[in-house]
């Protein structure tokens, strides 16, 4: 079992900036890569980021692309996401996610990935 606890959210202007942070415990981080998604109201979960085991892989989805940054720390055992430039359009629960495939896999990955975190609200007042 992994345990993913996200951080970070809150409410921030348009332009503004935020940085998530998910920190796991349970299983050997490094072995996992890891993700973001996000979910807004009405809407079905997306996926936002994802980080190679090493970190030298990264993915992101065209929306966020140019503005959000997916980082880990595996000695910290912590994956993170700076968002710069939000927009309201990006207001979501934001969920990390750790899974044992690759991190291209979770850009499109048919099933869920194998763990969650609970969620982080992010809020874009326009």
């Known amino acids: 079992q992994v345990q993913l606890v996200e951080s970070g959210g809150g409410l921030v202007q348009a332009g503004g900036s935020l940085r998530l942070s998910c920190a796991a415990s349970?299983?050997?981080?490094?072995?996992?890569?890891m993700g973001w998604f996000r979910q807004a109201p009405g809407k079905e979960r997306e996926f936002v980021s994802a980080?190679?085991?090493?970190?030298?892989?990264?993915y992101y989805a065209d929306s966020v692309k140019g503005r959000f940054t997916i980082s880990r720390d595996n000695a910290k055992n912590t994956v993170y996401l700076q968002m710069n430039s939000l927009k309201p359009e990006d207001t979501a629960v934001y969920y990390c996610?750790?899974?044992?495939?690759?991190?291209?896999?979770?850009?499109?990955?048919?099933?869920?990935?194998?763990?969650w975190g609970q969620g982080t609200q992010v809020t874009v007042s326009s």
């Open positions: 349970g299983r050997t981080f490094s072995n996992y890569v």
């Open positions: 980080i190679s085991r090493s970190g030298l892989q990264t």
């Open positions: 996610a750790a899974d044992s495939s690759t991190a291209q896999a979770m850009r499109t990955m048919p099933r869920p990935p194998d763990y």
